[in-house]
């Protein structure tokens, strides 16, 4: 067979079927686009030499396989549909007299246009998108970088050659799937009924117990350690439940409800029943990849954006001042206070407030309410002291805080202590009152806030705590810190960086000893804000990608869905029923099949919560609240846009069932 | 007493787009009795289904006047048609037209519980109709399980259940073998004897000779009509054959 007519034969082919090629062609520009992007950027030189580049890079690298490996789940999703469709299409050339290896020539045509057209609008779309996507990343890293060579030909090829290998597999797959096919077959597909689904009982209960044993445990996990342990085992265990469910549990419920008959005989519930058990049949996969894929657009970028947005809390919390130095303890902290102060000025920095606090901290362990000290200390119930002095205390809070001997004051957080006797190995102490929080002026040593008591005991049981644990950690024993807080004013912060170092350097030099360590904030910032911004693009990078996997999954059924139900359609209409209830029933039908992937997602979510919150909080101090906010708000975005998803595409189904009648 | 009363029916086809019009009825006028069992007979074109589609409430005449039961069908207002045809007419019809989402006991209750009965009246109108059409051992299968001619008997037991006072079928052995035929006309025989008015529309002279009489409509006018009196069903297949004969070369 000649070539410009199987070219033309496939050209009129998508056309005829544009219902399913335009959509198809479109979402592949789309990822397309997608690829091309992140594959640009990581090879940005202009992103590369920046600062925040080294911490950008991975999450692109990380971004460019997902794509990679989800395109290829999806185009062949998109591409089983797309030949299910036809079959009966392909059945009749068959009949007609063009041979299988005929067939598979056209096909083969149909998937180069689809390539090279997908291609071609995917990458100028990328061209497009590329600056915004750029400048996207560099606000949120608050970089003001220039574009540098945008455009990247190794981008373009990278994107090339995989979507050359997707559309390989694919046409192999479509030739063999032709290949085997009977041509009487083909054209009967359509028209053989259906036996009744089977409820399967076990399989639905099945899908009960895994979906609430990954619950349990996402209920169950106490701290961060465990909550990375066991959040892989959590997600498997509800992907697994979430299809068992929609595959056998929906049907399983069907039954039931049609199993009773003064329920199922109501003109509102019988149609709508017998029609769900068929559509549940064909469409519970396809709900429970937009039940997965929704949660995990809700879950990243609801996460990601919490991050964020608490970086500043972050900071505030692990990096109580701009500028903090530590000594070691014991040193006549007068003379070092004037030699720095004067170092400062020196270099210009103009120094705006200081404090100077010596504390002590170690983590211990709790078994039930007793404080135990021994090398297992992360393997259950972790907890932080902290120690200071009384006259610390009161000097750092500007107050006037009395003790008796043997008495301390304890500022709990997240600890629950409500005991009135302070117990650590053997040393005891009456507890006066117990406070709420921590002393923000120290910085935190640890980022995980789960539990941690602040002890302000007089100097002997301060010294007397450190002795204690000196004695049960040996080697690995803490040193008591002096710390200094050093704060400029709000709007210099950042700026004296270079100035900073070089004094600590000087200062290092002339006092030896004293182990001089220091930190900045505004560096730990740079580095943090490199991190997170990274993560944030990702999460909402894949966002969109899922989105328009959803998009398209439900665009498809809702094609299907319209071609099967126009029969029905017209046959209840003759039959007696009034349009206006065959439109009620079937939106209701509709809006049940589409919502219930939308609910379980976000009952996914809800279960999750706590799990996430706890890996969030390990990554951020405040996360918490923040995770709140971000989460709801996501949530309700998500749902507005998935709305408008399906009321567009259920605009084509109520134009395909119209249009037969 | 007249179910059905038909007078001087027209219906003129414009097409959008020219000044072309076309009448498939041309004046269409009968009475059809309570308990009689009514075959229309006509070539392609000759306006049946046109005459069906009126009769049924789907398509509206451009002039003339429909009584069913001496209400003027013309009349009914858009929302209560799909009403009034489930609860007084029948239909059976050339594709069964079952739903394949429902088994054969849940098509056969459909008008029943689209008007709300209750669960006993169900039951015990199944029980009556499903014995009587001899489907009771298939209520439980789904449509695709079973033959044409079963098909169209679970069809015919859907139109019955509603107790329509008329049943309207179109063309209903188009689509069955000459065996399934034979059994179909039988029950539709069986439940005209039980005083069940029927107007079927068909092109077979097998299936009109089972009538008690039979119109013959040729370019939308009723152009004879024969009663079948007395006869056996041969007899009636004799003479509508020689009328069709007549007709054919009328037309020539």
């Known amino acids: 067979m000649k070539t410009s007519f199987c070219v033309k034969f496939a050209f009129d082919n998508l056309r005829k079927n544009h219902q399913i090629y335009f959509p198809f062609i479109l979402s592949n520009a789309g990822i397309i686009g997608m690829m091309y992007i992140v594959a640009s950027l990581s090879a940005n030189e202009s992103l590369l030499n920046s600062y925040h580049g080294n911490y950008i890079l991975p999450f692109l690298e990380i971004g460019r396989y997902v794509i990679v490996l989800f395109s290829v789940i999806f185009l062949f999703y998109t591409n089983s549909f797309a030949i299910k469709r036809r079959r009966s299409e392909l059945g009749l050339y068959n009949v007609l007299g063009l041979e299988k290896k005929h067939i598979i020539k056209i096909v083969f045509y149909e998937n180069l246009i689809c390539f090279l057209t997908s291609l071609f609008i995917g990458l100028v779309l990328g061209f497009i998108f590329e600056k915004i996507a750029f400048l996207t990343l560099t606000n949120l890293v608050g ?75 996402a209920q169950k996990v106490s701290n961060v350690p465990e909550a990375i342990m066991f959040f892989f085992p959590a997600v498997f265990l509800v992907i697994i439940g979430t299809y068992l469910l929609f595959v056998s549990g929906s049907i399983a419920f069907l039954k039931l409800l049609k199993n009773n008959k003064r329920f199922y005989y109501k003109t509102n519930h019988f149609i709508t029943i017998s029609n769900l058990f068929y559509r549940m049949k064909k469409n519970a996969v396809g709900l429970a990849s937009i039940c997965i894929l929704s949660t995990m657009i809700l879950v990243m970028v609801s996460s990601t954006t919490s991050l964020w947005f608490s970086i500043n809390d972050t900071l505030k919390h692990l990096y109580p001042n701009e500028y903090s130095l530590s000594i070691h303890y014991g040193y006549d902290t007068s003379v070092f206070d004037k030699e720095m102060l004067a170092t400062f000025d020196e270099y210009d920095i103009p120094l705006k407030d200081y404090y100077c606090v010596d504390y002590l901290d170690f983590v211990v362990r709790r ?70 929080g921590m002393i923000d002026q120290i910085p935190s040593t640890v980022n995980v806030v789960t539990a941690q ?34 704060d400029v004013d709000e709007t210099e912060e950042g700026h004296y960086q270079e100035a900073f ?161 | 007493m007249k179910i059905l009363e038909v007078n001087d029916l027209k219906k003129v086809y414009t097409s959008r787009f020219s000044q072309n019009t076309t009448s498939a009825l041309n004046g269409i006028n009968f009475t059809i009795e309570e308990g009689e069992f009514v075959a229309i007979m006509g070539e392609s074109g000759s306006g049946k289904t046109t005459l069906l589609n009126i009769l049924s409430g789907i398509d509206t005449a451009t002039s003339g006047k429909v009584l069913l039961d001496s209400h003027d069908i013309s009349k ?66 789904y449509p695709f399980e079973i033959s044409g001619g079963q098909r169209q008997r679970v069809a015919v037991a859907r139109a019955l259940i509603n107790h329509p006072r008329i049943i309207l079928a179109d063309e209903p052995t188009g689509a069955l073998d000459s065996k399934s035929s034979d059994e179909l006309l039988n029950v539709f025989d069986l439940i005209n004897k ?32 024969i009663y079948k009196a007395d006869d056996s069903n041969e007899k009636m297949f004799a003479k509508i054959s020689d009328t069709l004969t007549m007709l054919t070369k009328g037309a020539d």
């Open chain 1, 453 to 486: 008591l602040t002890v302000i005991a007089d100097d002997e049981g301060f010294e007397k705590l450190f002795d204690v644990q000196k004695r049960a950690y040996g080697l690995n024993s803490s040193r008591i810190e002096t710390y200094y807080g050093l």
């Open chain 2, 76 to 141: 009914i207002k858009e929302k209560e048609l799909t009403e009034f045809r489930r609860d007084h007419l029948g239909f059976v019809f050339q594709e069964f037209n079952l739903l394949d989402t429902f088994s054969n006991r849940d098509n056969i209750l459909l008008p029943l519980v689209l008007s709300q009965k209750s669960i006993e009246e169900m039951e015990k109108r199944l029980k009556k109709v499903a014995a009587e059409l001899g489907i009771t051992s298939l209520l439980h299968k």
């Open chain 1, 143 to 217: 970089d003001d970088l220039p574009f540098g060579e945008l455009f990247s030909f190794d981008a373009v090829t990278f994107t090339f050659i995989v979507f050359l290998f997707i559309y390989t597999l694919l046409f192999i797959y479509s030739a063999l799937a032709i290949h085997k096919s009977k041509p009487l077959e083909l054209l009967k597909e359509k028209s053989v009924g259906e036996k009744e689904p089977k409820a399967k009982w076990l399989a639905a209960v099945l899908g009960l117990v895994t979906l609430a044993a990954g619950y349990y445990i």
């Open chain 2, 194 to 225: 039980n005083n069940q008015t029927i107007l079927m529309v068909t092109h077979s002279t097998k299936a009109a000779s089972y009538a008690s009489r039979v119109l013959f409509i040729k370019d939308g006018k009723i152009f004879h009509q």
């Open chain 1, 501 to 661: 170092a070089k004094a600590i350097e000087d200062l290092s030099y002339e006092f030896k000893d004293l182990g001089i360590g220091y930190e900045l904030r505004s560096k730990a910032y740079d580095d943090l804000i490199g991190f997170y911004s990274g993560f944030l693009f990702l999460g909402s990078f894949l966002g969109i990608v899922f989105m328009m996997a959803i998009v398209l999954i439900i665009y498809y059924k809702q094609i299907s869905e319209g071609y099967e139900d126009a029969d029905r359609f017209k046959i209840m209409h003759k039959v007696g029923l009034s349009d206006k209830e065959i439109h009620k029933t079937i939106n209701s039908q509709i809006l049940m099949v589409f919502f219930a992937p939308l609910l379980l997602a976000v009952i996914h979510l809800i279960a999750a919560y706590h799990l996430i919150d706890l890996v969030i909080v390990s990554l951020s101090s405040s996360g918490q609240a923040m995770f709140v906010y971000t989460f709801i708000i996501s949530t309700i975005v998500f749902a507005l846009i998935y709305c408008l998803i399906y009321f567009i595409t259920s605009h084509t189904y109520y134009k395909i069932v119209t249009q037969r009648n």
């Open chain 1, 367 to 436: 078994e039930g309410d007793t404080i135990i000290m021994d090398d297992d200390y992360y393997a259950s119930d972790p907890l932080v002291i902290q120690a200071l002095t009384l006259d610390n205390y009161n000097e750092l809070l500007n107050t006037d805080y009395k003790l008796a001997e043997g008495e301390v004051l304890v500022y709990d957080n997240n600890v629950g202590f409500d005991s009135d006797k302070l117990v650590i190995a053997d040393y005891s102490a009456d507890v006066k009152e117990i406070k709420e």
